[in-house]
C-alpha cells in the first residue's frame, strides 16, 4: 500500500514525517517512509517511532511516489495500492508507466476509515486545542471591540491561541461583524465592529496536530434587538437539537435533520448551508459529514461539530459551533470540548 | 479545456472565482464557470468579467468537474482536456465513466505557462505585496527582538503585513535564530532571540492574490563575530551574483549556477538547497525554477525570488532572498521589488 494523502501519512508515521512523505506498507511490517531530505532536521529520522518503519530519503527534485513503487518493485511486489482519491492523474501515470510489472489497484479511503474513531491521546490533544481556543476567545471577549476591524479581531485571536500554546490556528479565523455575521466560511475584511452588531466568531487552535472548531456569536452594545435575540435563541435551539442527537449508533443524517428541522419550522431552513457538522481530527473537515445526505452512523469517540446558522443577506446572522466527543449515555453522553459560554453576550 | 486548478481558475477566471470552482473553455468563447453557491455571496457572480463568461451554480455535494463534463457533453463535445497534473485518479475516473463519448485528454501545464510572464497589472500587484512586505519588516527592526519568541515575531510580521493592506502573508513566516537561523523551511518555535545570534526572518505579503517573498538575516547585540561576519558577506556574493545574472534569455541554470558556485567555492554548496529561486504570482513557489536541473530560459516580465543560503548545523546561518522582475538591459536591467537594505544590520 501506498500512502500519500498528507494527513494519512501523518496518522500512520506520526508527527516526525517531513511535508510531501509517502509511506509504503509491506504486506509483514516492513514499512518505508520516503521523503525529501529537510536541510537541518537531521533528527527528524530519529524522531519516528521505532517500530519497524525505515526511511528512504531521496533527492529534490524526485517523486517519493515513484521511489516507494520502485523499493515495492524491488520487494517483489505484485500490486500496489494507492490512494486514488489523492493521487494526481499524472503521477498515477508516471507509476503505471515506470513499473509495469505491478498492478496498481485503489486503496479507497481505508485509512480514512481508521481515523475516523480517535483514541484517548488523540481526543487529549482535542481537548487541549479547545482549552486553548477557549482562553483566546475569552481573552478577546474581555477587550474593547467596537471600532476594531474584522481582520484585526481575527489576527489577535490567532496570536492568542499560539500565545497559549497551539501550533497554530486549526483554520483561517473568521470573524464576521454586522451584515458579515453569521456567514459561514466569511473571510474577515476591513469592517469595523460598531454598536448593535452582530459580532460572530469562528476560530480554533491546532495541537499536536490536531484541530478543534468553535463559533460563538455576540451583540455589541448594551441590549440586543429583538430581531436578534428571536434568531439567537432560534440558532441556539437548533444547535442544541443537534448536540442531544448525538450518541453512538445515532444516523448521521438524523442528526443532521435535528439541527436542520428547527430551523426549517422557522422558515430558516434555506439559509442553512448544506452541512450542520463534521468530524475534526488530523484535518478540520473530516469524516463523519452531518448532513442530509450522509450515509453511516456515529460511533463512539468520534469528534464531531455541530454547527448551524442562520445568516439573513444585508442583515447579519448568528453561528453557534461546538466541538465535542461522541460518547454513550453511561459515560455521561457526548463530551462538550468547547466550553465558552453560549449564552447571548451584549459585549 | 476543463480547468481545474485553483490557481488557473483565479487566473482565468478573476478574483470573484469561489474556492473550487472549476472552468470549463469553449473552443469559440462560451466560457463557463462552474462552481458551489457561497452562502451570502450573491454578488460573486455579478463580479465576474463581462467577457462572454457564464456561471453554473451546483449543489454542495457535486462535483463542479462532472457538472462541467456534462455541459461540454450537452455542447456536443469529443474532446476534453484536463489538468492531469492536479485532477485525482477518483476525480478522472467519474468523468471517464460519465461520460464515455468524450475523449479525455491531458492538457498539461498550458495555463501555468500563461502565467510565467506577467502583465504591468499583475507587476503592479506585486510591486504593492513587496511595499507591504518591507514596511511590515522595516518596523520590526525598530521595536526590542532580545528575549522574544521564533513565534511571536512571524505573528507580528504577519499582523503588520494585514495592517498595511495585505490580504494575509503569502506563506507561513519563518523566523529563525541562533541555530535555527538560515533554515530554508524552519517553522518558528518558542526560542527566544539572544544576544550574539544571527536573526533570519522569511516573509511575504499576499495583495490582490499575487505573492511576493523577502529573506533577511541580521545579527543582534552589539557587533557580529566574525565567522558571522564572514558568512554573511558570502551569501550576499551569491544572492548578488543570482541577481546580476537575471536577463531575458538568461538560463534558468545559469542563474543558479552563478549564485551556487561562490558557495561551491567556499565549499558550502552542500549547504544549499536544491533549488536557488523560483517564479512568485498566484502562487509563491511558481515556474521557472533556478537549479542545476532546470531546463528552460528567462523571459522579460517574469518575477522570481533569487535566494540562496547556508546553514552550519548548530551555529545558524545566513538567508538573503529577494523579489525581482527580470527586464531587459535597455529597461535598467533586473527591477528590485524587495527594497529592505541587505546590510548586514545589527540590531
Request: charged residues 25%; hydrophobic residues 40%; negative net charge.
Amino acid at each position: 500500500m501506498l500512502i500519500s494523502r498528507p494527513a494519512n501519512v501523518r496518522y500512520l508515521a506520526g508527527p516526525a514525517a517531513p511535508a510531501g512523505s509517502v509511506l509504503l506498507l509491506g504486506p509483514s511490517g516492513e514499512d518505508v517512509l520516503v521523503s525529501h531530505p529537510e536541510p537541518g532536521r537531521g533528527s527528524a529520522r530519529a524522531a519516528l517511532p521505532d517500530d519497524g518503519l525505515s526511511w528512504s530519503e531521496l533527492p529534490a527534485e524526485a517523486d517519493p511516489a515513484v521511489r516507494a513503487a520502485s523499493l515495492a518493485a524491488e520487494a517483489g511486489a505484485e500490486v500496489l495500492a494507492l490512494e486514488e482519491h489523492h493521487l494526481t492523474v499524472a503521477r498515477h501515470r508516471a507509476l503505471a508507466g515506470g513499473f509495469p510489472r505491478i498492478r496498481l489497484s485503489d486503496l479507497g479511503c481505508a485509512v480514512e476509515e481508521q481515523r475516523l474513531v480517535k483514541d484517548e491521546e488523540e481526543i487529549a490533544a482535542l481537548r487541549v486545542a479547545a482549552e486553548i481556543t477557549d482562553r483566546a476567545l475569552g481573552e478577546l471577549l474581555e477587550s474593547i471591540l467596537v471600532g476594531r476591524t474584522e481582520r484585526h479581531l481575527a489576527l489577535e485571536l490567532e496570536r492568542r491561541l499560539v500565545d497559549h500554546g497551539a501550533d497554530g490556528p486549526a483554520f483561517p479565523t473568521s470573524v464576521g461583524t454586522g451584515s458579515n455575521s453569521g456567514l459561514a466560511g466569511h473571510r474577515p475584511t476591513d469592517r469595523r465592529v460598531e454598536e448593535g452588531d452582530f459580532l460572530s466568531v469562528r476560530l480554533g487552535a491546532r495541537f499536536g496536530g490536531y484541530r478543534c472548531q468553535i463559533g460563538r456569536t455576540f451583540v455589541i452594545g448594551t441590549s440586543p434587538a429583538d430581531w436578534q435575540v428571536e434568531l439567537y435563541d432560534l440558532v441556539f435551539a437548533a444547535q442544541r437539537a443537534g448536540r442531544e442527537a448525538l450518541a453512538p449508533g445515532a444516523e448521521c443524517r438524523a442528526v443532521d435533520r435535528a439541527a436542520r428541522q428547527v430551523l426549517d419550522a422557522a422558515g430558516h431552513g434555506q439559509a442553512l448551508g448544506p452541512v450542520t457538522g463534521h468530524g475534526v481530527g488530523l484535518e478540520i473537515g473530516e469524516d463523519p459529514r452531518l448532513s442530509p445526505a450522509a450515509m453511516g452512523r456515529l460511533g463512539a469517540c468520534v469528534p464531531v461539530t455541530v454547527e448551524p446558522g442562520v445568516h439573513l443577506p444585508g442583515r447579519g446572522g448568528v453561528r453557534i459551533d461546538d466541538t465535542l466527543v461522541v460518547r454513550p449515555m453511561a459515560d455521561g453522553g457526548p463530551e462538550l470540548l468547547t466550553i465558552t459560554t453560549k449564552e447571548l453576550l451584549a459585549l
